[in-house]
């Protein structure tokens, strides 16, 4: 109990000496720092949505090519490739990409 009142009386104190301008605390803000934080910060996710756009725009371009393959006859591997639920998946991440 005396250790926790003492532990009490310690930091009123601080705090009044904090308060009577005892010691003195100051943020500086460097505003070049941070705009340099800013416009790298800003580089990046521009990086990443250019990355983003070059990998979704490969994909489509892949998609595209695959699909216009086709012979005269309707086979079962063309029904197959098309009716399948990983083709279905891929057709509705290409309609789909224009639209996130």
């Known amino acids: 109990m005396k250790k926790l009142l003492s532990l009490i009386s310690n930091l009123f104190q601080w705090l009044s000496n904090a308060l009577k301008g005892g010691e003195s ?3 500086v803000i460097d ?16 990086e990443q949505r ?11 371009r892949r998609y ?15 029904i197959w490739t098309t009716l399948s639920p990983i083709s279905v998946f891929k057709f509705l991440r290409y309609a ?3 639209v996130v």
């Open 64 to 78: 595209e090519s695959q699909c216009f393959m086709s012979s005269d006859r309707l086979t079962f591997t063309e």
């Open 50 to 60: 250019r990355d983003q756009s070059i990998r979704q725009d490969g994909f489509n």
């Open 96 to 98: 789909l990409s224009d």
């Open 25 to 27: 605390w100051f943020l």
């Open 31 to 46: 505003e070049v720092v941070i705009a340099q934080e800013d416009f790298a910060n800003q580089q990046r996710q521009l």
